[in-house]
């Protein structure tokens, strides 16, 4: 069976600075897609960034990227530059390879300090 | 391009009740998947419709139904509505082919129906 853990309920940084979320994932699957989805008071989900095991280079988008490491089995997201409206819960998500489901952590509560 | 819509927003039913919510997939998405969020919780996957049929399950007892329609929108139902079903109900649609999610496939959900159970 599929896990995800965020071991890390709440988090802050001040405005301008950088944050590091952490993910680790329990698969025995070889190849396997992660993502980061964040979810402000609105309730909304939002993809923020996604990750396809196979691929080695670490995915980026704008201000976020992220530290995979498939050894491991850690799947970090980096946030630089933290804006006011980083302020949200952040999920981490896998996916198997051929999969019709989305196993999610318990989220990171993220608090951007003006 | 329409994203994924929910309605209603809120709810408030009693204990035995059934309940309906709905979600309009967002354009070109032929799979809708639904989660249930409890308070302080990562969405729990319930079940994932692909052409009007279930195509998967999570662990959910089967008083929790739902339907597909041909545009692709879905129905989630819950009857004998227990306390423990009070969460926040997400739908999720994707572009996926043969019912199953490759690729760059990934899933864009909804702002999701607040379900309380009194």
């Known amino acids: 069976a599929q896990t995800v853990t965020q071991s890390q309920p709440e988090m802050s940084v001040q405005e301008a600075e950088t944050v590091t979320l952490s993910c680790t994932y329990d698969?025995?699957?070889?190849?396997?897609?992660l993502f980061w989805y964040k979810q402000p008071p609105s309730r909304q989900m939002i993809l923020v960034i996604r990750?396809?095991?196979?691929?080695?280079q670490n995915a980026t988008e704008n201000r976020f990227s992220v530290n995979f490491q498939k050894a491991a089995k850690s799947f970090s997201l980096k946030i630089s530059d933290s804006q006011l409206g980083d302020t949200a819960m952040y999920f981490c998500?896998?996916?198997?390879?051929?999969?019709?489901?989305?196993?999610f952590g318990t989220g990171t509560s993220l608090t951007v300090i003006p | 391009e329409t994203g994924v819509t929910q309605s209603p927003t809120h709810l408030i039913k009693t204990r035995g009740q059934q309940v309906t919510l709905r979600c309009s997939s967002q354009s070109g998405h032929n799979t809708v998947s639904w989660y249930q969020q409890a308070l302080g919780q990562g969405p729990q996957f319930i079940f994932q419709?692909?052409?009007?049929?279930?195509?998967g399950r999570g662990n959910f007892p089967p008083r929790f139904s739902g339907l597909q329609f041909p545009n692709y929108s879905s129905e989630l139902n819950v009857n004998a509505l227990e306390l423990d079903d009070s969460a926040l109900y997400l739908c999720?649609?994707?572009?996926?082919?043969?019912?199953?999610?490759?690729?760059?496939?990934?899933?864009?959900f909804g702002p999701g129906t607040r379900l309380t159970v009194l």
């Open positions: 419709y692909y052409r009007e049929e279930e195509n």
């Open positions: 990750q396809e095991a196979y691929k080695q």
């Open positions: 999720a649609s994707s572009p996926t082919r043969s019912g199953r999610m490759v690729g760059t496939d990934t899933q864009y």
């Open positions: 998500a896998f996916s198997p390879p051929i999969g019709n489901q989305f196993y």
């Open positions: 698969t025995s699957e070889s190849n396997y897609y």
